[in-house]
């Protein structure tokens, strides 16, 4: 945006995500160590207090060391992102570089579990990974937004920049969506293997309790899409996103921007 007012909430906004990328990349880290430390006292048979002393062991020497080694590489690549300066001209560079980084996170989680059984880089491997990359750009995309984005533009009446990261976020978690549910479903077959071993198994009924609340999460995503994020587009003296299922004209009613983060802290909660 040319306006001089709307760079004010922007750079703010930028500075408060980056201090959470900090906070989140610490307590990741944090949480990776003390993974770490219970899965080598799983491993050893030793207690908790005494398991350290076969880290190296783990580490060097076990698939799942080897993957936690990776992940710690990829980590030190995010954390090299978040450090370079918020200049414009860096910005784009170091978004493209957390999103390798993310990747490589999500990659060492999904073939150091059972998706990685079979050897990494499998079929099985690349799905899992898919759905929990799905999931980390749906969900951290609704907090960002809710907690930090949406407020501080709305606040300063940034109507234009709230209205285009809406339209932004809609967008994004549309694709991650499709990210979560055609993986999801491929790895339930592999984990469950008939329709039976939906009510017969624990995995069984804690996807299907999955399953609802996703469903709730893409009916409110839908009325986000069709009503909120028009609704915005129009305040802002923006055209209104095209619609690829004919539902406009049935949800279309204004609405305030309040309403939209309303539904954004309800998808927070369900995606927890």
Not at 73 to 89: D, F, K, S, Y
Not at 219 to 228: D, I, K, P, Q
């Amino acid at each position: 945006p040319g306006q001089a007012e709307e760079h004010y909430p922007l750079l703010t906004a930028r500075g408060a995500l980056r201090r959470l990328l900090g906070v989140a990349l610490l307590l990741f880290f944090i949480a990776s160590l003390l993974e770490l430390l219970l899965r080598t006292a799983d491993m050893s048979g030793q207690p908790l207090g005494e398991a350290y002393t076969e880290l190296s062991t783990v580490l060097l020497k076990t698939h799942y060391g080897h993957f936690w080694l990776w992940r710690c590489a990829a980590l030190i690549l995010a954390a090299a992102a978040w450090a370079l300066p918020l200049r414009p001209a860096l910005s784009r560079s170091a978004a493209y570089l957390a999103f390798v980084a993310l990747a490589g996170v999500v990659w060492t989680l999904s073939a150091a579990g059972h998706a990685g059984d079979d050897g990494f880089l499998t079929t099985a491997d690349f799905a899992h990974g898919l759905h929990i990359l799905g999931g980390l750009l749906w969900g951290g995309g609704i907090l960002a937004a809710m907690l930090i984005i949406l407020p501080r533009l709305i606040r300063d009446d940034a109507r234009q920049l709230a209205a285009q990261c809406s339209l932004r976020l809609s967008t994004l978690a549309a694709a991650a969506l499709a990210m979560v549910i055609i993986p999801g479903v491929y790895n339930a077959w592999l984990q469950i293997g008939s329709w039976h071993g939906l009510w017969s198994t624990t995995y069984g009924r804690i996807l299907v309790i999955k399953v609802l609340l996703v469903m709730i999460m893409a009916v409110l995503g839908a009325l986000n899409r069709y009503r909120y994020v028009p609704a915005l587009q129009r305040h802002a003296g923006l055209p209104e996103p095209r619609a690829f299922i004919p539902l406009t004209r049935l949800l279309r009613k204004d609405a305030p921007a309040s309403s939209f983060l309303a539904s954004l802290r309800v998808e927070a909660v369900l995606m927890l």
